[in-house]
């Protein structure tokens, strides 16, 4: 192992709460490029999922929607990102703007 090499929380950059976010930085999201495999609008969710706090993310999702963007995006196993963020425990703040803004669990079967 390196010396001096960080684990764990030693890793972990210390969150920014009172950062002003413009319109403009969080209309920013939508031109993210997803990874080899992943569908683009999933991967703008999940970016932004990791990267803002539940208010902002709730300030973003009408801009994804405006955006001709799909909240009920699918993963090869059916699977949408509202059942990504339902696996987590602490993110029903998140669950609930995405199932405000009309998404569905992919759990029950095809759209």
Known sequence: ???GKKRGAERTQIATRDEEW????????????PPAGMPRDYAIL?????GM???LFARFIPFFIEAGKDVNIRLSDGSTFLDH????RKSSE??????????K??????A
């Open 53 to 55: 706090t539940a208010e």
């Open 105 to 110: 669990s992919g759990k029950a079967g095809p």
């Open 94 to 103: 998140y669950a609930a703007i995405l199932e405000q803004a009309g998404a």
């Open 22 to 33: 413009s319109d403009e930085r969080l209309k920013g999201y939508l031109e993210l490029l």
């Open 1 to 3: 192992m390196k010396e």
């Open 46 to 50: 999940l970016k932004a999922y990791r």
């Open 85 to 88: 963020v339902s696996e987590h």
